[in-house]
């Protein structure tokens, strides 16, 4: 394991700064869990602080069935205290309503599937800085305006290498689609991602969810007298094509929507 420069592991220092925050008056904080490696590395080190607390995972219908089946195992597990929160909307009815496909900057997939108000004082999370250039900028603690509420992110600092360290030293179970080579794991076509080719040929089922939100999409803005694309094949060929994406402001699919 890693060292920080005072000689400590890093893993003692991420339980530090979990029982450091820890809600003061004994109420429970909450894990964000999403099933991958991060989120397990989280939970384990949750449970070694000893402080209380519980884990959610939001269910997302787009999400790897490898993933999903990864954490209903952790969640038969008693000591993870750990639940998986199922939608209140469908996918379908919230595309109907939004009236367009998620974008890279509208995704209302991951705003209303993801991203939710918690009664928890404080959440958890498994951000780390080495995810991303927009992540480099994160703080180990951000506190939320709206919400009152705090995110804790103890291994923010931590490299990905240091976090496989942690697992394979721990011999804690993890998602097995990173031994075939996924590095990332998350909703499939997330319009995020590039790798579509790859993704669509693994899961066709979650392929064919993604038409059908497209479609709906499509029949919708069609009955609002909207413009749109001349056919919903048109509409789905475009939204699959990622380097389309670098002129989404002159796509007929945003007018009447982003006013």
């Known amino acids: 394991m890693q060292l920080m420069t005072d000689g400590r592991p890093i893993d003692a220092l991420a339980i530090d700064r979990i029982r450091e925050y820890a809600p003061k008056d004994g109420s429970p904080m909450r894990v964000a869990y999403s099933g991958g490696k991060d989120s397990d590395t989280i939970l384990d080190l949750v449970k070694r602080a000893g402080v209380p ?3 959610e995972y ?3 219908p787009l999400d790897p069935p490898e993933l999903r089946q990864h954490v209903k195992t952790k969640c038969r597990e008693p000591e993870n205290h750990l639940r998986m929160a199922m939608p209140a909307v469908s996918l379908i009815s919230i595309a109907r309503k939004k009236s367009v496909m998620p974008l890279r900057h509208i995704r209302w997939c991951c705003e209303i599937l993801k991203e939710h108000r918690s009664e928890h004082q404080l959440i958890v999370t498994g951000i780390r800085w080495a995810e991303s250039a927009k992540r480099a900028h994160r703080q180990m603690v951000e506190a939320c305006r709206r919400t009152s509420q705090f995110f804790l992110h103890p291994i923010i600092d931590w490299t990905t290498s240091s976090v496989w360290d942690y697992l394979r030293g721990r011999q ?6 990173y031994d075939e080579g996924w590095k990332r794991l998350g909703c499939v076509l997330c319009p995020m991602v590039r790798d579509l080719e790859k993704q669509m040929a693994r899961w066709p089922g979650i392929v064919r969810v993604w038409r059908k939100i497209s ?3 499509w029949h919708t803005r069609h009955t609002r007298h909207m413009r749109h694309f001349d056919t919903p094949e048109k509409q789905w060929a475009w939204w699959l094509n990622r380097d389309a994406k670098s002129e989404e402001e ?5 007018d009447g929507v982003l006013e």
């Not at 804690?172 to 689609?177: A, P, V």
């Not at 002159?250 to 945003?254: A, E, T, V």
């Open 53 to 55: 607390f519980d884990a």
């Open 58 to 60: 939001r269910f997302v």
């Open 172 to 177: 804690i179970d993890y998602c097995k689609l």
């Open 215 to 217: 479609d709906a999409v």
């Open 250 to 254: 002159n796509c007929p699919l945003f």
